[in-house]
Structure formats: C-alpha cells, structure tokens
C-alpha cells in the first residue's frame, strides 16, 4: 500500500540573503604550531615577539624555582626535625681527594642505596654525645672523603655546653667552597648533642632513625664496599661488629680477655678478621680495642693485626679523638 503524500510547506526556490555587515575573522585552524590567543598571532601565522620573551622569562624563573626547590629540600632533613635548634656551626670541609678508593674492593652506587638524586644534597646527620665519641663513624667519614666529595660538618646543640677542641675540628677544616652543596656528592652533618644513644637520620620522609653506632657503621660501610656475597661471610662480620661493640667496648675485664682471644685466633688464620680483605668487622674492632685501653695486649697475632691498621693512616685521628 503506498503511503500518502504531504504537499511541501515551502517552496524549494526560496532565496536566502546572506548578511554582509559582520567582519570577517582569521581562520583560527590555519595557525598550526601555535598555542596563542588571536590576537597575539600575527597574520603569516608567527608568535608575536613579545609572547616569546614572556615564555622565555616563565622557564627561567621554573628552573630557579626547581633550584630553590632542591635546595629546600636538603635543608629539610635538619630544619623539620628537633635538631633545627643549633646554636654552633663549627666547621665544613670538603673532601679533594681521589674520587676513588682502592683499600675496598667492589663498586656501590649512591642512588642504588640512598635513592635517586633530585638534585638535593644527600646528607647523613648524626646525633652524638661528646662523652662518646663514635671513633667507627669517624674512621669511616674518612673512607668516605676518599671515594666521594663529601659536605663535612660539625654541629654543637644546646643540650651540651662543653665540647673539647679536638671534637670540634674531628671532620677537618672548613672549605672555602662549604657553601656550593651543589659541588658535593654527599653530605656528613655530626651533632654533638646530650642523646642516650647515638641516632642517624637520613630521609625524614622515607626511613626512620636509626640507632646504635654498630647499626649506623653497618649502614656507612655500605656506602663504601658491599657487604659479602656469602652468607657465612656476611654473618661473620655482622658477629664481630656486635662482639667488639657489645663485648670489648662495653664488656667486662674477662670478656675482653675473651674476646682478645678469639681475635689472636682468627687473625692466625687470615690477615684480617673475616678473610685476607678489610672489613667492617677490623675497623669496628680496632676502634673499640683503643677506646677500651686494651692496646698494651701482648698477643702476637693482634699486635700484627694493630699495625696493619695503624699503617691505614687513621690512627692520628683516633689518637687525637681520645685524648
């Protein structure tokens, strides 16, 4: 059946006119490569001049914010904690050594362990007491201005009124160049401050504290060289460690006695204390074995063992420290 047909309402040869009294506008989709408004575009499509100077401008001022950004940053990890109270800024140095380091063996990286650099200075704080002068740190900052350009500082907090001389000067002479942090590769802040025990701070964001000096030598000498890839290894230095800081330290006379013993043994075995390379376990020991007066032992293998790290170079910095 098909379907009905309705008459059209209007003609199909009606004109329509046009109006001619609007202005005619630049046809916007014709300006490729440019995010300007209209009327910042000049007719052949081009940025105006002034628009450029105004972006050039906005990326200079981005790239002094993400400095000042960076700089902030770096100042958080003291700023933003109890520590903001210092009443002595005592002494910056920088390391000018060789970048390298060839008493340990292995490589480590810094962003591998402290994360990626942002363009902030990494600084590792200390909180210490002046009545306990952590030698091991000490004796490792050293190790560490020989691989890294290292930001050195020494703090005094008001908790503490009296800090003898040599404590003051313990990480080197201030650096003309303290200012730049840009120019280091790590920094190294030691707060002479009336703690029970000593305390690390690294990222306030991202770690928590960490206490204890054998805890804080275990993180440092990471910075340094890898801890061994055997287990038993491993173990044996983390045995040490705690042994010379819980036992020839803080033990008593017998438990010296005991522990000089087990050091005679194990050095007639190998030069060092875990294997023939350095370890954190020699250096803990050794620290603690003159902080304990323990240095007139009449065992073969230990005074052998004392010169050879004597002869590392850092036996004036622990004469002088425990004066």
Request: charge should be neutral; hydrophobic fraction near 40%.
């Amino acid at each position: 059946m098909p379907m009905y047909q309705v008459k059209p309402v209007c003609a199909g040869d009606i004109k329509v006119d046009l109006p001619t009294c609007m202005y005619k506008l630049p046809n916007v989709h014709a300006q490729h490569g440019s995010s300007c408004a209209p009327e910042h575009a000049l007719q052949n499509g081009e940025v105006d001049p002034a628009v450029k100077a105004l972006e050039a401008r906005q990326d200079e001022i981005m790239r002094k914010l993400y400095e000042l950004k960076a700089a902030v940053e770096g100042l958080a990890k003291t700023v933003t904690t109890p520590d903001a109270d210092l009443d002595l800024t005592v002494s910056s140095s920088l390391s000018s050594q060789s970048p390298s380091c060839t008493i340990f063996k292995g490589t480590t990286d810094l962003d591998t362990i402290l994360g990626k650099d942002l363009g902030a200075l990494r600084d590792i704080v200390i909180n210490a007491s002046p009545k306990q002068p952590p030698l091991t740190l000490l004796v490792l900052h050293r190790f560490l201005c020989q691989r890294y350009r290292v930001l050195s500082t020494v703090h005094v907090h008001s908790s503490v009124s009296d800090v003898p001389p040599q404590l003051l000067s313990c990480l080197g002479p201030r650096h003309a160049d303290s200012y730049a942090r840009s120019l280091f590769q790590l920094g190294f802040t030691l707060i002479w401050k009336d703690v029970p025990k000593l305390q690390m701070k690294f990222s306030i964001r991202n770690m928590c504290p960490i206490e204890g000096e054998a805890n804080v030598a275990r993180f440092l000498f990471k910075l340094l060289a890898p801890y061994p890839s055997d287990p038993a290894l491993a173990t044996q230095v983390d045995s040490w460690v705690d042994t010379a800081f819980f036992q020839l330290a803080e033990g008593s006379t017998k438990e010296r006695a005991a522990v000089l013993r087990a050091l005679n043994s194990a050095l007639g075995r190998n030069p060092w204390l875990v294997g023939s390379e350095l370890s954190l376990a020699d250096i803990a020991c050794y620290c603690c074995f003159l902080q304990s007066g323990s240095a007139s032992s009449s065992l073969t293998n230990v005074q052998r063992w004392i010169k050879s790290c004597e002869n590392l170079g850092h036996d004036d910095l622990a004469k002088l420290v425990l004066q």
